[in-house]
Each structure stands twice: as C-alpha cells, then as structure tokens.
C-alpha cells in the first residue's frame, strides 16, 4: 500500500504537472475552477470545449502530432538544412532518446493525458450533476461526446506509444500504457495495464459513445450542407458545430481505426466489421436531400470558383467538405507560417530560427501522377512553386499551401488575391474511409470505391481500372501519402503494416527501423512507475495535496 500511494501521488503530478484548478485554466468565459466549471450547462459546455483547445494546441493536434513528429519520421520534409542535434533531424532519423526529439514526443503525451483528465473530470460531473439542469438531452449528449473523445486520444497514444500492432497481438498480457478513467489519486490512472484491458476500455468507450449518440446527436438528423448556411439553423450555439466535434460518424470512424489496430485483419469477421463502419460513414446519405452523401468527397472545385472573369478562391486546401472531425485554431496562421512560409531561402537568415519545411521542387512534382490532380503542383492546387534567393542565386522550392493563409497568387484577369484558410485540423476525414474501402474490400467491389475516389482527385476517368491485386497496396501507400500530406496519418499507415526494416523510395529513398515505430515513454513516467527504491513513508510532492 505505501509503494501504491507514494507512486500514485507522485506520478499522477509528474503526469499531468498540474493540480486539478489548473486543468481549466484554458477554458473560455472565466471558467477556471473545478467548481466554476460545473456550476451551470453553460459552463459544462464551456469546459468541454476546453478540451478541444488543449487538443488544438502546439503540443499536440495544432503541430506536434500531425504536421510535425509523424511527418519528419515519414521523411516529407526536407531536413538539409538542419543541424546534426537539431530535433526534427533527429525525428527524421528515429532517433528519440533522451535529446531535442524527446521533448516533441513528451508534450504529445503530457498534452494528450492533460486532456483525458479534464474529459474524466466532466464525465464524473456529468454522471451525478447535483442541482444542474440541461436542455433536451444535452446530457447525454456530453456523456457521448466525452467518452468517444476519450477513446480517440487514447487510440492515438496506443498508435504513437504502443508497439506495432502485430507485436501486441502476440503478447496480449503485455502492459502498454495507463488508460485514464478517473481523474483522482489513485494507481489505476496511472499505472499500465495489459493490452487486453487497454482495448476492452477503449472499445467500451467508443460502444458507449456511438449508442447515444446515434440516438440523439443532431447530426443524425440535419443536413451537413444545410448546418453551415444557416437555412436549418441548429438547435442551439453549442450545437453549431457538432459536424466537426467529436459526434457520431467521428466515433464510428475512431472505431474503424482501433479495429484496424487491435484485430487480425487477416480474420474475415474483422474485415466484415470494419468494412460495415466505414460503408456507414461513406455510404450514409443526406438526410434532407436525395442522392446527396452525408459526406461527399472534396473536388477540385472545392479549392475555387471560376466566375468568368477571374478565379474565386475558397482556400479549402484541408477538404473542409469531407472533415467528419476537425480542430479549429483560431491561431493557427501563427504556427504554421514559420512552418511553411517563412523560410532561410527567402529571408536569408542562417537558417538557425525555426527550420524551413519545405520539399524539393522534383519531388514535389513526382507526388502526383495525373495532370489533374490538384493535390499537386499548381496555381490552384496543394502546392505552388516559389523562386527564392539562395546566397545570391534564384532557387526553386515548394510552398506547401494545405494549412495556410494570405497566400497571394494572380487570378485569370492579372489581379491579386489571396487564399484563406480555414484554420481547421482536420483528424478524420472521409476520403480516409474510401481507401480503408479500397484496402479491404473484394477488387470488383473496391473498384466502385476507387472510381468515386479518383473522381474527385483528378485522377481520371480509367484510373480505377487498373486497380487490382497486384498493385493495391502500391497503389494505396501512394494515395495515403497524396492525400494526408502534413496530417501525419501517413506514419500510422506505415505502423499498421510494420514497415519495419522496409525500404520507402519517396519522396527520399531511406529504411525504417523498428525505432520508427515505438516511442519511449517519458522518462519522468517511467522512473516512478517502474521504481523499485521507495521510501517506506509517502512523500507528498512539494509539501502540499492541492
């Protein structure tokens, strides 16, 4: 019992490094307390969205777990220009111990587990509200909400953190990681559990959220075309944007990612599951218009408008039209423009600010394959060929466009305008769905996937026909790669396959190592989890219990 209480107030303090006020501190509207936070449906909703900024932020969702960690340990980003110490170098070679990349991978989890424990703390609250009333069934709405949000970060540490998934299921007694339910002082939020449990939580989560949310969560009922125009205005502000927060489709879809995970998908009743879910969110149709998808594919036509007399940019660069669950960072223009704007090229700096994330022009030019596909090369398309001055002589390079703004380019009558982004991060999207489809699916079946998919990419009319046995997994990394540039869902595509020791040849010819694909825990963790000199007595940290 000592070791259990020195380890459980300890750890859960070098865990989550705040007291339980400080949770809050990022919620809106003054809600800074534990008991401020709870005290009325509108401060339940405002603490709920807390969770969402904790999710946007730099640490995690708003760089660091999509366009940075995943990506440099993908090799999309050129790294010539960095320091041999320099963190993203060290990404990029999987090397992540105890150095400038470790600190990257440890805000992901401190970050992720902040986020868990506020979750935890709403659910407590929500399962016995006191003298707190809510409107319709906004409950049970949060309670749904909640628990899909946390199965969806924790699938996300079990993807990062956790062993391929080929090893866990030959070892499922093995302990991966702590599954926070509770957020109190006690061993088992905590401490890791085996596989077996890890899964049963999660999967119980997701259950939980898709059975009350497929009953009463107004996605199921509105037309996502309709919500954002305003004509079916939704039922209340809080409700406003449940097509992008955590609603059903983003459970079930979460649910489609941790069967991949977690099963033998060489199992056809797996297969069967998986396919089912992900022909639910793809397949569904709009409930207040015919022969309309609830989430139809991004086109080119998404990205502009041509009028006649010039072309209107729409900025969609992160197919707004196919996000299912997406993060909006209303600062997100001050993260990504030192990412993928400025740069040592064009401000001629020695390079040793924060380093440019940029792709050789022929690179660039080889991701695509079709001349219409606007994923690449182009005035109107994901990426723009820029001319910069390098030490005094003109250098081309690619300019990344999927997350920015103000980008100015001259339309069809030789004015200037500008994109504008949505600032949305997208972290599931409906185009993933039709290459999970693609992947698993009998050819003759996954071909009517990939006719639709290869429509709106630009890909051609006779692209899908030459999709067959042969070539699916060849042609799926490659479409992987396309589409979820800078989203960082190209690593875990390589993790679920164990891409271990196997050579990639773009867009820089190199190998992974089965380094790649596991990253340490922090080490402030497993120091006290795994000590074994404890003091008889417990200590409690910095002299008090708050």
């Given at each position: 019992m000592k070791r259990v209480n020195y380890i459980t107030g300890l750890v859960v303090a070098v865990l989550l490094m705040s007291s339980c006020s400080d949770w809050l501190n990022v919620v809106p509207r003054g809600q800074h307390n534990e008991t401020t936070a709870f005290e009325s449906e509108g401060a339940y909703q405002s603490t709920l969205i807390g969770v969402y900024q904790l999710m946007a932020t730099t640490e995690l969702y708003g760089r660091n777990a999509t366009m940075r960690v995943p990506e440099f340990i993908t090799h999309h980003w050129d790294i010539s220009n960095l320091l041999p110490t320099d963190g993203n170098r060290l990404l990029s070679e999987f090397d992540f111990v105890e150095n400038a990349a470790t600190s990257a991978i440890n805000e992901m989890w401190d970050r992720a587990y902040r986020a868990i424990a506020q979750i935890n703390l709403i659910i407590a609250h929500l399962e016995e509200p006191g003298n707190v009333t809510f409107s319709g069934n906004n409950r049970e709405l949060m309670l749904g909400e909640a628990h899909g949000l946390r199965a969806f970060l924790h699938l996300d540490l079990l993807r990062f953190f956790g062993p391929v998934p080929a090893e866990l299921l030959l070892n499922p007694d093995a302990k991966v990681l702590p599954y926070m339910k509770k957020f109190d002082r006690v061993i088992a939020a905590v401490q890791p559990v085996t596989w077996e449990v890890y899964i049963d939580e999660m999967m119980a989560d997701l259950d939980y959220a898709m059975e009350v949310?497929?009953?009463?969560?107004?996605?199921?009922?509105?037309?996502?075309?309709?919500?954002?125009?305003?004509?079916?205005?939704?039922?209340?502000?809080?409700?406003?944007?449940?097509?992008?927060?955590?609603?059903?489709?983003?459970?079930?879809?979460?649910?489609?990612?941790?069967?991949?995970?977690?099963?033998?998908?060489?199992?056809?009743?797996?297969?069967?599951?998986?396919?089912?879910?992900?022909?639910?969110?793809?397949?569904?149709?709009?409930?207040?218009?015919?022969?309309?998808?609830?989430?139809?594919?991004?086109?080119?036509?998404?990205?502009?408008?041509?009028?006649?007399?010039?072309?209107?940019?729409?900025?969609?660069?992160?197919?707004?039209?196919?996000?299912?669950?997406?993060?909006?960072?209303?600062?997100?223009?001050?993260?990504?423009?030192?990412?993928?704007?400025?740069?040592?090229?064009?401000?001629?700096?020695?390079?040793?600010?924060?380093?440019?994330?940029?792709?050789?022009?022929?690179?660039?030019?080889?991701?695509?394959?079709?001349?219409?596909?606007?994923?690449?090369?182009?005035?109107?398309?994901?990426?723009?060929?820029?001319?910069?001055?390098?030490?005094?002589?003109?250098?081309?390079?690619?300019?990344?466009?999927?997350?920015?703004?103000?980008?100015?380019?001259?339309?069809?009558?030789?004015?200037?305008?500008?994109?504008?982004?949505?600032?949305?991060?997208?972290?599931?999207?409906?185009?993933?769905?039709?290459?999970?489809l693609m992947e698993y699916l009998p050819v003759f079946e996954a071909r009517q996937y990939a006719a639709a998919f290869a429509a709106s990419r630009g890909l051609g009319a006779t692209w899908a026909d030459n999709f067959d046995d042969t070539n699916r997994m060849n042609i799926l990394e490659r479409e992987y790669r396309r589409d979820f540039y800078g989203e960082g869902q190209m690593y875990f595509y390589y993790k679920r396959h164990n891409y271990a020791d196997r050579s990639v040849s773009w867009p820089q010819s190199f190998t992974f190592t089965p380094a790649a694909f596991r990253f340490p825990l922090p080490k402030n963790y497993t120091d006290y989890v795994y000590a074994e000199d404890l003091p008889e007595e417990p200590e409690t940290p910095n002299g008090s219990e708050e």
């Amino acid at each position: 019992m000592k070791r259990v209480n020195y380890i459980t107030g300890l750890v859960v303090a070098v865990l989550l490094m705040s007291s339980c006020s400080d949770w809050l501190n990022v919620v809106p509207r003054g809600q800074h307390n534990e008991t401020t936070a709870f005290e009325s449906e509108g401060a339940y909703q405002s603490t709920l969205i807390g969770v969402y900024q904790l999710m946007a932020t730099t640490e995690l969702y708003g760089r660091n777990a999509t366009m940075r960690v995943p990506e440099f340990i993908t090799h999309h980003w050129d790294i010539s220009n960095l320091l041999p110490t320099d963190g993203n170098r060290l990404l990029s070679e999987f090397d992540f111990v105890e150095n400038a990349a470790t600190s990257a991978i440890n805000e992901m989890w401190d970050r992720a587990y902040r986020a868990i424990a506020q979750i935890n703390l709403i659910i407590a609250h929500l399962e016995e509200p006191g003298n707190v009333t809510f409107s319709g069934n906004n409950r049970e709405l949060m309670l749904g909400e909640a628990h899909g949000l946390r199965a969806f970060l924790h699938l996300d540490l079990l993807r990062f953190f956790g062993p391929v998934p080929a090893e866990l299921l030959l070892n499922p007694d093995a302990k991966v990681l702590p599954y926070m339910k509770k957020f109190d002082r006690v061993i088992a939020a905590v401490q890791p559990v085996t596989w077996e449990v890890y899964i049963d939580e999660m999967m119980a989560d997701l259950d939980y959220a898709m059975e009350v949310l497929k009953e009463i969560d107004p996605i199921m009922s509105y037309s996502q075309n309709e919500w954002y125009r305003g004509r079916n205005l939704a039922p209340s502000e809080f409700e406003y944007n449940r097509p992008r927060r955590f609603n059903y489709y983003a459970a079930a879809g979460t649910k489609v990612r941790a069967l991949m995970w977690t099963r033998d998908m060489t199992d056809q009743s797996n297969i069967d599951e998986v396919v089912s879910l992900a022909k639910d969110i793809v397949d569904g149709e709009d409930p207040q218009y015919d022969d309309i998808k609830r989430f139809e594919l991004a086109g080119a036509g998404d990205l502009y408008v041509d009028t006649g007399d010039g072309s209107r940019s729409l900025g969609n660069y992160t197919m707004n039209r196919e996000h299912i669950f997406a993060l909006n960072n209303k600062d997100l223009q001050s993260i990504v423009e030192p990412m993928f704007v400025t740069n040592v090229y064009r401000d001629n700096s020695d390079g040793l600010h924060f380093p440019p994330y940029i792709i050789g022009t022929v690179s660039a030019k080889s991701l695509i394959s079709a001349t219409d596909d606007w994923r690449g090369l182009g005035k109107h398309r994901m990426w723009n060929v820029e001319v910069s001055d390098q030490n005094g002589s003109e250098a081309p390079y690619s300019l990344f466009k999927k997350y920015t703004d103000n980008m100015a380019y001259v339309n069809n009558t030789g004015g200037e305008m500008e994109l504008k982004s949505s600032n949305r991060i997208p972290l599931l999207r409906a185009g993933e769905f039709y290459l999970i489809l693609m992947e698993y699916l009998p050819v003759f079946e996954a071909r009517q996937y990939a006719a639709a998919f290869a429509a709106s990419r630009g890909l051609g009319a006779t692209w899908a026909d030459n999709f067959d046995d042969t070539n699916r997994m060849n042609i799926l990394e490659r479409e992987y790669r396309r589409d979820f540039y800078g989203e960082g869902q190209m690593y875990f595509y390589y993790k679920r396959h164990n891409y271990a020791d196997r050579s990639v040849s773009w867009p820089q010819s190199f190998t992974f190592t089965p380094a790649a694909f596991r990253f340490p825990l922090p080490k402030n963790y497993t120091d006290y989890v795994y000590a074994e000199d404890l003091p008889e007595e417990p200590e409690t940290p910095n002299g008090s219990e708050e």
